[in-house]
């Protein structure tokens, strides 16, 4: 089976910025919807939704619908995707 470098690289896009990691951070602890990691990032709603695209794109982090808001937490299989594409590099 062939290497998906896309793939790869946008799982590590996710880490390539502060807010992004910030966010990551946050999240650690739980689910949160996008209105409270707009209080809590003091942000604009483009800004964050840029953020959560590149996360949840990369699969590190999942989003669940629920009326107009987004709800966002880790995925566990993302971030262990993240964890064995480094254990591979050693």
Not at 1 to 24: Q, S
Not at 41 to 51: E, G, Y
């Amino acid at each position: 089976m062939e290497k998906d470098y896309e793939k790869d690289a946008r799982i590590f896009k996710a880490f390539c910025d502060p807010n992004r990691l910030k966010i990551l951070d946050i999240l650690k602890v739980g689910e949160y919807c996008a209105c409270k990691l707009l209080d809590i990032l003091d942000v604009s709603q483009s800004t964050l939704s840029h953020h959560m695209k590149i996360l949840t794109d990369s699969g590190i982090v999942n989003v669940r619908k629920e009326g107009k808001w987004s709800h966002y937490s880790l995925s566990e299989d993302g971030i262990q995707i993240a964890i064995d594409y480094l254990s591979q590099m050693k």
